[in-house]
């Protein structure tokens, strides 16, 4: 079945009257079998700071990350990451063609590497001819140049949920699957503070070669509700968090924004976040919950941080 693509900011320019109002909806219109595209621009800390709710959601927050039997993709400026997810059902999902002239190159990962972690059933992932099965809380890391890939669900009853971000790549590397117990575990916090939690390092450096991208995955303990608190800034990088492992009803409250000039998004299950390099990116949930982060940018140094001490925070 050929894929369609919608500019979804696009469509409802087009398919609208000119307005002064600030803020506007994106139209989605039908989504199945279809591979949804949004492009979001950059954003100066000091617009972002006169923003109300709404206006801060269109800027940051990726609302549906999941599609059913097709694939999202969110197309950010910033550092010109793209972010989505690949939910295969009966039929395999590919990068088709027609995906490469949204990055302007023959093919989507042309000049592209791509990180995926599946949060769902067991998925297979066919690379150039070479097939990889990746099961839950396990990832594939896909270096630049990979011409076919194609996703499939072992079971449409129990389908995969791949989640992924992409980054430019100057240099191809061997692509590669990384298991729970591969990554590179780090265990933080303290269950006094309320956040206990291990990071599980996917794609970092000491794991596997690739060009700047960086993806792993915190889970918090139970009773623990924090992350990234206190909380700092990343000058020479952006980040990405993609919360999930929550219930219908729960929520995060994702701060953002300079760390004199905070704000908040109300985030709930299967839903992201985009945070620039001025920003902070620090949530606190109703329950415990896991989240998958990514970065993209100057350099792949983890520990490379702006810490905000917590007496500077506003």
Not at 146 to 171: C, G, I, M, Q
Not at 248 to 268: I, K
Not at 286 to 313: C, R, S
Request: with cysteine; aromatic share 8%.
């Amino acid at each position: 079945m050929k894929q369609q693509f919608i500019n979804k900011r696009a469509l409802f320019l087009e398919n609208t009257e000119s307005s002064t109002d600030d803020h506007f909806t994106p139209r989605t219109g039908h989504l199945d079998k279809e591979t949804i595209l949004d492009i979001r621009q950059p954003i100066h800390s000091d617009h972002a700071k006169t923003l109300d709710t709404t206006g801060l959601r269109q800027q940051f927050l990726l609302d549906t990350v999941f599609q059913p039997g097709g694939m999202t993709l969110t197309y950010s400026h910033i550092d010109r990451i793209i972010v989505g997810g690949i939910q295969p059902a009966e039929a395999p999902v590919v990068f088709s063609p027609e995906l490469g002239k949204h990055t302007g190159t023959e093919f989507f990962l042309a000049r592209r590497e791509i990180g995926l972690i599946n949060i769902g059933g067991d998925a297979v992932v066919t690379v150039d001819g070479m097939r990889f099965e990746v099961l839950r809380e396990e990832a594939l890391y896909i270096g630049a140049g990979a011409r076919d890939v194609a996703f499939e669900s072992v079971s449409a009853a129990d389908p995969a949920k791949l989640y992924f971000n992409s980054a430019p790549a100057h240099t191809s590397y061997p692509t590669r699957k990384i298991t729970l117990e591969q990554a590179s575990p780090e265990t933080l916090g303290e269950p006094k503070t309320s956040n206990r939690r291990t990071i599980y390092k996917y794609i970092v450096p000491n794991v596997l070669p690739t060009c700047q991208l960086l993806m792993g995955m915190t889970k918090l303990e139970e009773g623990s509700l924090w992350n990234t608190m206190p909380c700092h800034t990343h000058e020479r990088r952006m980040e990405v968090y993609f919360y999930f492992n929550m219930k219908s009803d729960a929520v995060v409250f994702h701060m953002l924004g300079q760390p004199q000039e905070t704000r908040h998004l109300v985030v709930r299950n299967e839903q992201a976040v985009i945070s620039p390099s001025w920003s902070i990116h620090s949530g606190v949930g109703t329950q415990a919950y896991t989240f998958i982060w990514g970065m993209v940018g100057e350099n792949q140094v983890f520990p490379d941080m702006d810490h905000v001490k917590m007496t500077e925070l506003r």
